[in-house]
């Protein structure tokens, strides 16, 4: 019966009628990168892949072709843009992921500061640099619940350090497959961020 519904679930939002409407939001950050709401179909047909981009370390999480189950991977190392690329594009083929969604840090009032600024600028160059269309997610305490799942799975603390950044990667990814709130869809020709809601 829990099979059933989460098929029904799955058959449901990607059988939405396409709406649009356009909005624009100055988001006070970066003058040329502006956030559009429109409204119509973002599900993909294959695995998405989610990044979520610390200092150092970049938790990977990958979901399946039916958009039900993610699944943790190894973290990448963050040293340069052109290795962080290289790396999320060998991802991308190898598991064949349609769609990459990336974690963004928003301020607890749902304001953006200096870290999701960075975010947004590296959302935008990743969408100007692969085939697949880039999304930005809401990554707010993320990283404590997957602290928290983490203790709760039995992990030691001392190795909760190295698993943190893909569990976080993974509720980021379950977050924009099972959220209602509009997604922000990056525009790789312009850094804007389009808004929709599947």
Do not use: C
């Amino acid at each position: 019966m829990t099979f059933t519904y989460l098929m029904d679930y799955v058959s449901a939002r990607t059988n939405k009628i396409a709406r649009l409407r356009i909005e624009t939001y100055d988001t006070g950050g970066i003058p040329q990168l502006q956030v559009k709401t429109t409204e119509h179909q973002t599900q993909p047909g294959g695995p998405v892949l989610a990044l979520d981009l610390g200092e150092k370390l970049v938790g990977v999480a990958l979901s399946d072709e039916r958009l039900i189950t993610t699944k943790r991977l190894p973290p990448l190392k963050r040293s340069s843009w052109k290795k962080l690329l290289q790396d999320v594009r060998n991802l991308v083929e190898g598991f064949d992921a349609q769609m990459i969604v990336v974690g963004l840090p928003l301020n607890m009032d749902g304001t953006e500061g200096d870290a999701a600024q960075k975010v947004r600028q590296l959302a935008f160059n990743l969408a100007r640099s692969v085939a697949q269309p880039v999304y930005l997610q809401d990554e707010r305490l993320t990283s404590v619940e997957a602290a928290e799942n983490l203790k709760a799975e039995g992990l030691k603390p001392e190795d909760i350090p190295a698993a943190i950044d893909g569990a976080a990667a993974a509720l980021i990814l379950r977050d924009f497959l099972v959220s209602d709130q509009k997604r922000m869809r990056v525009d790789p020709n312009t850094g804007d961020s389009d808004k929709t809601h599947a």
